[in-house]
């Protein structure tokens, strides 16, 4: 066994290498440690959107839409004003509401229950994305318009800006999954991620999704690859 000391400068090389290493590990790994920005998950009933020329073939020239209840993300809202959704076997769905502002399309959204019940296959979409899409009609109180098609199941998507894209090392087109903790717990994979430079952290469920795992009784939600 060796009875050799140590003098005070090879103490000192020993200490800064151990504080260099340190430094070097908390660079390294700080974002990893970093508090998980703060996570909100709605689930997005059935609604549509409209064009402006469709939305005045609704409910008359120069109409704009209402503003009704404000979104989570900045400048969309829920809209006053509503529509009935006519399906292939007659059947309705009354009070289907216009989320604002107006968009260079006109596009349905349902879940998958509500397809069912209208008698509508429809396909699993990227809001906008209208291939082998099946079509309806709306009715509103100045008229009735035909969509050739555009009723979709839009899928499971998170809206992210920059910053939380960058600690979730993701791009936009990505994909996440979501740990939902609830007393029906699950988890929902292949989210689709979707960052602009003004969203805010916002996972968007349809209802069968939502009621599939309590969202409303949901104690923790964690985004994970």
């Given amino acids: 066994m060796s009875t050799a000391t140590l003098d005070r400068a090879s103490i000192e090389r020993l200490v800064?290498?151990?504080l260099r290493?340190?430094?070097s590990d908390f660079r390294q790994n700080g974002a990893q440690k970093a508090a998980p920005p703060k996570l909100?998950?709605?689930v997005s009933a059935?609604?549509?959107h409209v064009t402006q020329e469709d939305l005045e073939r609704l409910f008359g020239k120069g109409h704009k839409l209402t503003p009704y209840k404000a979104l989570y993300q900045d400048g969309f809202f829920a809209a006053e004003e509503t529509v009935t959704l006519i399906g292939p076997r007659h059947r309705m769905i009354t009070g289907l509401r216009i989320l604002g502002p107006c968009r260079d399309y006109s596009q349905v959204e349902l879940a998958f229950t509500d397809a069912i019940m209208l008698g509508l296959d429809i396909p699993v979409r990227?809001?906008?994305d209208h291939r082998d899409s099946p079509g309806s009609y709306l009715l509103g109180p100045a008229g009735m318009i035909r969509l050739e098609r555009g009723v979709i199941r839009h899928e499971r998507h998170v809206h992210m800006g920059p910053t939380d894209a960058a600690y979730y090392g993701v791009?936009?087109?990505d994909r996440l999954n979501l740990r939902v903790q609830s007393d029906?717990?699950?988890v929902l994979e292949s989210l689709l991620v979707r960052v602009a430079p003004s969203s805010k952290l916002e996972v968007h469920l349809d209802t069968d999704e939502g009621n599939a795992c309590h969202v409303n009784r949901a104690t923790h939600f964690?985004?994970?690859k």
């Fill in 46 to 48: 059935r609604h549509c």
């Fill in 21 to 23: 290493e340190q430094l």
């Fill in 222 to 224: 964690e985004l994970f």
């Fill in 40 to 42: 909100v998950v709605n």
């Fill in 16 to 18: 800064r290498s151990a």
């Fill in 126 to 128: 990227k809001s906008g």
């Fill in 171 to 173: 791009k936009d087109g």
């Fill in 184 to 186: 029906c717990p699950a």
